[in-house]
């Protein structure tokens, strides 16, 4: 399997990819769209995938988000509630 391929089954998610690795592929495509030589078809192209990567580690996250769980002050389990974010 190419890499490009490897990539695009990533991105769409026919691969599971760690926040990690997503954010480290997104680094990558940052640093190719930067790349004066990278030719327009081939920016389309790193900008689709770095789209559904976003939208991939911002799902994970917000599903985390609503999983944390604290435990309350008289002992009880209870799950974290929205941050703030101002």
Do not use: W
């Amino acid at each position: 399997m190419s890499e490009m391929t490897q990539l695009k089954e990533e991105a769409s998610g026919k691969t599971e990819l760690t926040l990690e690795e997503a954010f480290a592929r997104l680094d990558e495509i940052t640093a190719k769209l930067e790349n004066p030589r990278t030719t327009l078809e081939e920016s389309f192209a790193l900008y689709k995938e770095g789209n559904e990567l976003l939208k991939m580690a911002n799902s994970r996250i917000d599903l985390v988000e609503k999983q944390v769980q604290v435990l309350n002050d008289d002992g009880t389990m209870g799950v974290l509630g929205p941050l703030d974010r101002d």
